[in-house]
């Protein structure tokens, strides 16, 4: 007779595995513990099997028999069933163990020995917000353009375009890391470099009016936060480069009795001088007596053993009142330096490039050369540091022009 739910429901465990057939090959096998799960009996090549269709409830009677009469379907093609849900499983393991996020945390893993701290985390933090809850379960594979570009639209319309295009090359990098690895063939994402409108390049906010450069100035004397910040905040349009060099400056490669600090750049790689300023040693002296006998210049709020976060200036100059999207940024220092140099103070360009530790051909086709210009350089550094001081005690300061023949 064929089961019912009802029959299956009041069946009681017994001291004996029970065997409740429901024709077909199809029976339910009912354990001493009460566990019920479905097996199908089937014989091929004149040998006996059996394929375990599921457990109950899970897979109700209904269920339980759909399957049975696909298996039946396969064995009267000469298939067994048995043996295509072994390849499926494995299959299934495969793509489990090189599903997109699998395969991208090795990628993440290996990218890690060569790329600061800081450039993982962020990179670890895009991919599980934007890409992982929509393609990390699915098989590198079967991964195509189509699906890549559905998640870039996605991050694109949230107004995050440089995202996008961020998360685009990172995908690529994971499918590149796949076919290095032999577990892709191909990088989809390559074929959509375009296909997102690149974005619209915006400079970060800088203050270069002197008047507003003065008000500024005053208004770092107001910060309440901790010393070592507030030393940030003043050194930083005091040397003007680039934030995370600052926040992770060490005592070890700054001399205040030479007034140098020598520091690898982060973008070229390449080692640079920073010739420092009679108010720039005098205020690293008196920072020195609270953190130097740590690494860190400027040492994190919870643990000496990290540098200060990157957020810490544009989170004092926020308190202070200034808005870091539209005013000013512990970035537009450099802007601001680059241009009053060369507008107020009129130094000459090249200078100004090599003291931002911007690459500059020279004549011998140098792009960077670090010993250039120093004594024009230590120049320009303390007329600087004093032109800031003088806007601070809102002196009258002219454009050092030329006088007229």
């Known amino acids: 007779m064929p089961l019912t739910d009802t029959a299956i429901k009041n069946t009681k465990p017994g001291a ?30 004149g040998k006996e099997k059996l394929l375990a269709i599921g457990v109950y409830p899970e897979v109700g009677l209904a269920a339980a028999r759909k399957k049975r009469d696909v298996a039946r379907e396969k064995l009267a093609a000469g298939i067994d069933p048995g043996e295509i849900k072994k390849v499926e499983k494995r299959v299934a393991k495969l793509n489990a163990d090189n599903s997109f996020e699998v395969v991208a945390r090795e990628w993440l893993e290996e990218r890690k020995t060569v790329v600061e701290i800081g450039q993982h985390i962020k ?4 991919l599980e917000k934007d890409v992982f809850p929509w393609l990390g379960k699915r098989p590198i594979t079967q991964i195509d353009a189509p699906e890549i570009l559905t998640v870039l639209k996605r991050i694109d319309a949230r107004g995050a375009r440089y995202s996008a295009h961020r998360v685009r090359s990172e995908i690529s990098r994971v499918f590149r890391y796949a076919i290095k690895e ?22 970060f906010a800088a203050i270069t009016e002197p008047s507003k450069v003065a008000e500024m100035l005053r208004a770092f004397d107001g910060f309440s936060g901790t010393f070592s910040v507030l030393c940030a905040l003043k050194l930083a349009p005091m040397v003007f480069v680039r934030p995370g060099e600052l926040r992770k400056a060490e005592w070890a490669d700054i001399d205040l009795d030479r007034a140098e600090w020598r520091y690898h750049v982060s973008k070229t790689k390449t080692e640079h001088l920073v010739p420092l300023a009679i108010q720039a040693v005098a205020l690293l002296r008196e920072l020195h007596a609270l953190t130097g006998q740590g690494r860190y210049v400027f040492p994190g709020a919870r643990t000496a053993l990290r540098p200060m976060s990157e957020a810490a200036v544009n989170g ?26 060369h507008e107020e103070l009129e130094q000459k360009p090249e200078v100004i490039e090599h003291q931002l530790a911007h690459a500059v051909p020279d004549n011998l086709g140098a792009a960077y050369n670090r010993t ?3 004594k024009e350089r230590r ?14 005690a809102g002196a009258k300061v002219f454009s050092f022009s030329a006088p007229a023949a």
Do not use: C, S
């Open 379 to 392: 120049a320009m550094m303390q007329l600087w540091a004093d032109y800031l001081d003088e806007l601070k």
């Open 16 to 45: 004996k595995p029970l065997k409740l057939f429901d024709g077909g090959g199809l029976f339910l096998l009912v354990t001493p513990a009460g566990n019920k799960w479905w097996r199908l009996k089937y014989r091929i090549a």
């Open 123 to 126: 990179t670890l933090a895009r």
């Open 372 to 374: 250039k210009f120093i």
């Open 316 to 341: 004092a100059l926020k308190r202070l009142g200034y808005d870091t999207r539209t005013e000013i940024t512990g970035h537009g220092f450099r802007a601001m330096a680059r241009t009053i140099l």
């Open 182 to 203: 032999g577990k892709a063939t191909n990088d989809p994402a390559k074929d959509l470099i375009g296909a997102i409108p690149p974005p619209v390049e915006t400079h």
